[in-house]
């Protein structure tokens, strides 16, 4: 009787909005990962609970998020950020990057 709600929790896991995400780090790498909550993540990465490359790498900067669906789909993402060369990663990161600055400028 338990296996089909694992199989019910595994579903709800499967369906929920994975996200793919890069980081700048402190000394100007970029990482890439995956999570279902990009914000608690990061908080586990600052704490050096996260990624072991991002530990000692501080201060860490959230500098791209995109929804990808299933885990599946965010993983195959993920493989794909980080085929790309590093001028292709930070275009990818750039529009956020300009966004947040026309943002914090005086209107």
Same mark, same amino acid.
């Given at each position: 009787?338990?296996?089909? %709600?694992?199989? =019910?929790? /595994? %579903? $709800?896991? /499967? %369906?929920?909005?994975?996200?793919?995400?890069?980081? +700048? &780090? !402190?000394? !100007?790498?970029?990482? #890439?990962?995956?999570?279902?909550?990009? =914000?608690a993540r990061l908080?586990?990465?600052e704490e050096g609970? !996260?990624a072991k490359y991002?530990?000692?790498?501080?201060?860490? $900067?959230?500098?791209?998020? =995109? $929804? &990808?669906?299933?885990?599946?789909?965010?993983?195959?993402? =993920?493989?794909?950020?980080? *085929?790309?060369?590093?001028?292709?990663?930070?275009?990818? #990161?750039?529009?956020?990057?300009?966004? +947040?600055?026309?943002?914090? *400028?005086?209107?």
């Open positions: 009787m338990s296996r089909p %709600q694992r199989n =019910e929790n /595994n %579903q $709800a896991a /499967n %369906q929920a909005d994975w996200f793919v995400y890069l980081i +700048r &780090c !402190g000394d !100007g790498t970029l990482y #890439c990962g995956i999570a279902l909550d990009v =914000e908080k586990l990465h609970k !996260g991002t530990r000692g790498r501080g201060p860490l $900067a959230l500098v791209y998020r =995109e $929804a &990808c669906g299933t885990k599946a789909e965010a993983l195959r993402r =993920e493989r794909g950020i980080k *085929r790309m060369s590093r001028m292709a990663k930070l275009r990818l #990161c750039a529009p956020v990057a300009s966004l +947040r600055a026309a943002q914090s *400028r005086p209107a």
